[in-house]
C-alpha cells in the first residue's frame, strides 16, 4: 500500500512564523501536491511538484513555498504565518499520467 | 477531518440499502475521474477510478457510472453499512501533471 507520512497531526504557530510542513512518500512517484482544505471550500492546490527540484503554482500559492529536494519528501513553507493559513493542509503523491492522488492524513495548523 | 462535513449535501441511507452519490463535472475535456472517501480525521482514500473511454466500472461493492454528454458521474454503493459513513469526493483530471479539480463532497450517513 502507498504510504504518505506528514509529520504532524497538529501544529500551534504563531503569527508572523515561519512554519514548515513536511510530507514523505514511500512508493517512489514522480508527482506530489499540497491542499489546504476549508468547510465550504473543498480541496484547493496550493503547490505540485513533477519532479525532483520541479514546482509548479496551484490554485492558491500566495504566502507559500515548497521545496522537493528529494524524490521521497516535499516540504511546504508558510514564510510568515497569518491568522487566515489556519485550516488542514493535506498532501498527496501520485505516479506519472493518469493515476489516482494517493492522500497523508494531513495536518491541522492553527495560526494564534 | 471532523470540520468537511460543515455545508455539504447530505445522503441519509438505512444500513442494507443501496447508496448513490452523484457528481457533476466541469470541464468537457476531462477525460480521468476519481472517487474519494474521507473519514473524520483521515485524509481523503481512494476508491475507484474511470477513465472517458469507459461509461461503468466495477468495484468491491462500489459501481461509477459515467455520462459525458451531461458530464455527470456517479458512485453507487451496494448493501451500505456503517463503516460507510463518510465523506464523497469525485475529481476530474482535464490533463496536465495529473492535477485534479475537487468537488464539493457529499456526506453519507448510514443508519441502522
Known amino acids: 500500500d502507498v504510504k504518505v507520512t506528514q509529520s504532524s497531526r497538529y501544529l500551534v504557530k504563531r503569527t508572523g512564523e515561519k512554519v514548515f510542513l513536511e510530507c514523505v512518500q514511500d512508493?517512489?512517484?514522480?508527482?506530489m501536491f499540497w491542499y489546504r482544505q476549508d468547510p465550504g471550500l473543498g480541496l484547493r492546490l496550493i503547490y505540485f511538484s513533477y519532479d525532483v527540484k520541479m514546482k509548479e503554482k496551484g490554485d492558491i500559492p500566495e504566502g507559500y513555498s515548497v521545496s522537493r529536494e528529494k524524490k521521497e519528501r516535499f516540504s511546504l513553507i508558510l514564510e510568515s504565518a497569518s491568522t487566515n493559513q489556519t485550516s488542514m493542509y493535506l498532501c498527496?503523491?501520485?505516479?506519472?499520467?493518469?493515476?489516482?492522488?494517493?492522500f497523508g492524513d494531513g495536518t491541522r495548523l492553527s495560526i494564534l | 477531518g471532523e470540520s468537511v462535513g460543515l455545508h455539504l449535501p447530505t445522503l441519509s441511507v438505512q444500513e442494507g440499502d443501496n447508496s448513490i452519490i452523484n457528481c457533476a463535472y466541469s470541464?468537457?475535456?476531462?477525460?480521468?475521474f476519481i472517487w474519494y472517501k474521507q473519514e473524520s480525521g483521515k485524509g481523503p482514500q481512494f476508491i475507484i477510478d474511470i477513465r472517458s473511454n469507459m461509461d461503468k466500472r466495477q468495484g468491491q461493492r462500489v459501481t461509477v457510472l459515467l455520462n459525458k454528454t451531461v458530464k455527470h458521474l456517479s458512485l453507487q454503493i451496494a448493501a451500505t453499512q456503517p463503516g460507510d459513513s463518510a465523506v464523497y469526493f469525485c475529481a476530474e483530471n482535464p490533463g496536465g501533471y495529473n492535477k485534479l479539480i475537487f468537488g464539493a463532497g457529499t456526506r453519507l450517513a448510514v443508519h441502522p
Open positions: 498527496a503523491s501520485s505516479l506519472e499520467g493518469q493515476k489516482p492522488q494517493h
Open positions: 470541464n468537457s475535456a476531462s477525460d480521468y
Open positions: 512508493m517512489d512517484h514522480e508527482n
